[in-house]
């Protein structure tokens, strides 16, 4: 009776306020409980079709999905004498033996044809080869043996759409996600497909339910930015464009050029907006375009609005790249960092930025930016770094505290490979041969490619008595010609602008 009640009150508030995230996020949490999962579903769509931000409706929906494809009836293949012959080709193509697999996908289907698991994994995997024509063929007869597929659907819409068969691409895609609603690449996929051929509220929907199904991908952030582009929704595209830039995932490739194109064209007539020209350089700074083209729209925005804190520190950022292209932009990447600190005191990464700027010519002043960066951002593995490399530099401070920051660094990041190799080296400056030695050998583990790694560790093996193990490490380490400290420390910082991390800052 509590929960009728709810549903009526909860009801009579949306249709009187259409237009409140909270009231329809309400709703949709109170049918999920009452089991009514195609109702919680659209009320949560249209939660974020309100307000696409909305963290708690991408939650909502992904639950209702979920609930709603474990109540649905799973196919159950009837057994196959090759069962066993399908589960080891299975395993041989996880491991990457898709020869092997296809072999034993081959002998398999010789003895039982209507094995539409065979079909659709051997389909799959001449699709990944670019096989497409008899990758169609498996994955259609698959389909055909066994209709409620949602696996093989998703795989042949996948070959029809990469053979410029878009209609039968899409067709395919939406029988993938109605057998499956959990399907979230299925549903990223479909709604790529289906802002490619515009239809934008289609896009919007199933972009949608694959952000609350997967983990942070920047391609479907990004596809969502074009499709509110496209319907003109300048606020929302940048919200979407900014969280593309800040997804930890980069796979797919984002459609950079057409997201790029669509800022370009709503731009053109909304030409006041600085936090959309600062969001343009993000873009075509990922992209990889030319550093003037980059500094363009970072100084634009600079003009409509001189205190943006962030767009001075993106255009700081790209000075540093010039500086390595041997251009003498140093002096005013100091500026454009200064000028974002003078504005936001609190902007840890600006003072970052500044602080390894300052390295190479200012060490006192280099560690207080970069210990004001650690008081401000404790997490920041970038700053903690430079700070450790500030420290070996200084006299006043010495190895010791280097090394302590460079322990607390590699424990942060176990991963990175430059954490380790910085440590090994200051432990090999201080004496403390062993230890140096392993943190070296797990750099050079970490990132093959580094040839100071691989030098520095010949240097370790040299003294630790090593010579052939040593002679060997150090031409490695000559061949692969390692960079220098300070290019190392700017382009650490590059990298943190490729990846859009600095966050933008919203328009009042």
């Known amino acids: 009776g509590d929960l009728e009640a709810a549903l009526l009150h909860l009801r009579r508030t949306a249709k009187g306020e259409p237009a409140n995230a909270s009231v329809q996020y309400q709703l949709g949490q109170t049918l999920r409980q009452a089991g009514d999962l195609s109702g919680a579903i659209v009320a949560f769509d249209k939660t974020l079709e309100i307000d696409p931000e909305l963290r708690e409706g991408y939650y909502g929906l992904g639950l209702a999905l979920r609930q709603q494809s474990a109540s649905m009836p799973k196919p159950s293949p009837p057994a196959s004498p090759v069962d066993e012959k399908y589960s080891k080709a299975q395993e041989a193509a996880t491991s990457g033996d898709l020869n092997r697999a296809k072999d034993l996908l081959v002998e398999a289907l010789r003895t039982d044809e209507r094995h539409a698991r065979a079909h659709n994994l051997l389909g799959y995997i001449l699709g990944q080869e670019g096989d497409l024509e008899f990758a169609r063929n498996h994955l259609e007869r698959a389909v055909k043996l066994q209709p409620d597929y949602a696996d093989a659907h998703y795989n042949l819409g996948v070959a029809f759409w990469y053979s410029s068969s ?29 802002r490619e051929t515009g239809d934008w509220a289609g896009a919007r929907l199933n972009l949608q339910h694959a952000i609350a199904l997967l983990p942070p991908t920047a391609a479907t952030y990004i596809d969502l930015g074009i499709v509110y582009l496209h319907l003109g929704n300048l606020d929302r595209a940048l919200g979407q464009l900014e969280a593309g830039l800040n997804a930890p995932s980069s796979l797919p490739a984002p459609d950079w050029d057409s997201a790029i194109a669509g800022l370009r064209d709503l731009l053109a007539r909304n030409q006041e907006r ?45 000075l540093i790249g010039l500086v390595l292209a041997q251009n003498d932009e140093d002096e005013k990447a100091v500026g454009e960092f200064r000028e ?14 500044l602080g390894a700027t300052l390295l190479a010519t200012d060490v006192d002043q280099a560690i207080a930016e970069l210990e004001r960066a650690v008081s401000l951002d404790p ?35 176990p991963a990175f490979a430059r954490a380790h190799l910085e440590l090994g080296k200051a432990l090999l400056h201080d004496g403390q041969l062993t230890e140096a030695i392993s943190k070296l050998q797990k750099a050079a583990r970490l990132d ?34 390692a960079a220098d400290e300070r290019n190392q420390n700017a382009a650490l910082d590059i990298s943190t602008f490729r990846r859009g991390v600095p966050p933008l800052e919203k328009e009042n």
């Open 340 to 353: 974002a600190v003078r504005i936001n005191p609190d902007y840890a990464d600006a003072h970052a930025n």
């Open 274 to 318: 600085a936090d959309a020209h600062n969001l343009l350089g993000l873009l075509l700074g990922r992209k990889g375009a030319d550093s003037t083209e980059v500094l363009e729209q970072f100084r634009e925005a600079i003009r409509l609005r001189p205190d943006y804190t962030e767009a001075h520190n993106n255009t700081g950022l790209v």
């Open 166 to 194: 878009k209609e039968k691409a899409i067709s395919e895609l939406q029988r993938s996600v109605r057998l499956d609603p959990a399907a979230g690449s299925s549903q990223a996929f479909l709604g790529m497909a289906l």
């Open 448 to 481: 093959p490619e580094s040839g100071e790694a691989h030098y520095q560790l010949g240097l370790g093996l040299e003294r630790a008595g090593k010579p052939e193990e040593a002679r060997v490490e150090v031409q490695k380490g000559r061949e692969l010609s």
């Open 379 to 413: 997490e920041s593995v970038k700053a903690q770094l430079n700070l450790a490399e500030a420290y070996g530099a200084s006299p006043s401070r010495g190895t010791a505290k280097q090394i302590e920051l460079l322990r607390k660094v590699t424990s942060m990041a």
